[in-house]
């Protein structure tokens, strides 16, 4: 099972620059998460969704913008990035919102 | 909104001995408390989780504690070995009307050999 699966993982954009992440996750869950994670200031949730077409924002939503058209794919998308940006960017899902949540492995934005 | 104090942030123990990793949460809603273990490089992974009409849950040489009363709850790792060296978090979930996830801030251990 590949889970949950982040791409790319890695990515340098320069400031103004717009870019999507792709998560996809193949256990039919329908909750899915968009987490940014900062040193000292853990993961803090971004957006997310409770089903196909649905999305609804977290506690950092501003700069960002997210579409879950198919219930297993989550995009997340910067359509004019910053340097405040540059983070750790994760995406999970739940089968519930009170299950284990599933991690993908990350992927490193730099905004420069 | 819910928030999640998360104690130790670093925390260093001699290979064998225990570790305890402390959370409190403010919102009475939160129902839900996992905690997960994110090594070098890698997305968190669940290791162990409570939910409120429990007291104590522990599996092998993990246990988590939750006092409702004074909403807080507790990572305990005993006989601690070096593959337990992770950054480690606490989360209080709202499954209810306001649906919230709230994580702490992380605990750096270190196991040293």
């Given at each position: 099972n590949a889970g949950v699966t982040q791409t790319p993982k890695f990515r340098v954009l320069k400031t103004g620059q717009s870019m999507t992440l792709l998560c996809a996750q193949d256990m039919n869950h329908e909750y899915m998460y968009w987490y940014r994670q900062d040193p000292g200031m853990g993961l803090r949730l971004i957006h997310y969704s409770v089903g196909e077409g649905t999305t609804a924002k977290g506690e950092v939503p501003d700069g960002y913008n997210v579409s879950r058209l198919k219930k297993q794919n989550f995009l997340l998308g910067l359509e004019s990035a910053a340097p405040s940006q540059t983070s750790v960017y994760f995406c999970a899902s739940t089968r519930d919102l009170n299950t284990e949540a599933f991690f993908g492995q990350g992927t490193r934005l730099t905004v420069v | 909104g819910e928030n999640v104090e998360q104690h130790p942030s670093t925390l260093s123990v001699q290979e064998g001995d225990s570790a305890v990793i402390k959370c409190t949460y403010s919102d009475s809603a939160s129902n839900y408390f996992p905690w997960y273990k994110q090594e070098l490089g890698k997305g968190p992974q669940l290791i162990i989780?409570?939910?409120?009409?429990?007291?104590?849950?522990?599996?092998?040489?993990?246990?988590?504690?939750?006092?409702?009363?004074?909403?807080?709850?507790?990572?305990?790792?005993?006989?601690?070995?070096?593959?337990?060296?992770?950054?480690?978090?606490?989360?209080?979930?709202?499954?209810?009307?306001?649906?919230?996830?709230?994580?702490?801030?992380?605990?750096?251990?270190?196991?040293?050999?």
């Open positions: - | 989780d409570i939910r409120s009409n429990v007291g104590e849950k522990k599996d092998q040489r993990i246990a988590v504690t939750l006092n409702k009363t004074a909403k807080h709850f507790s990572l305990h790792i005993t006989e601690t070995q070096p593959e337990d060296s992770a950054v480690y978090f606490c989360a209080a979930i709202d499954s209810g009307g306001y649906q919230k996830v709230t994580f702490g801030t992380g605990t750096k251990l270190q196991v040293i050999p």
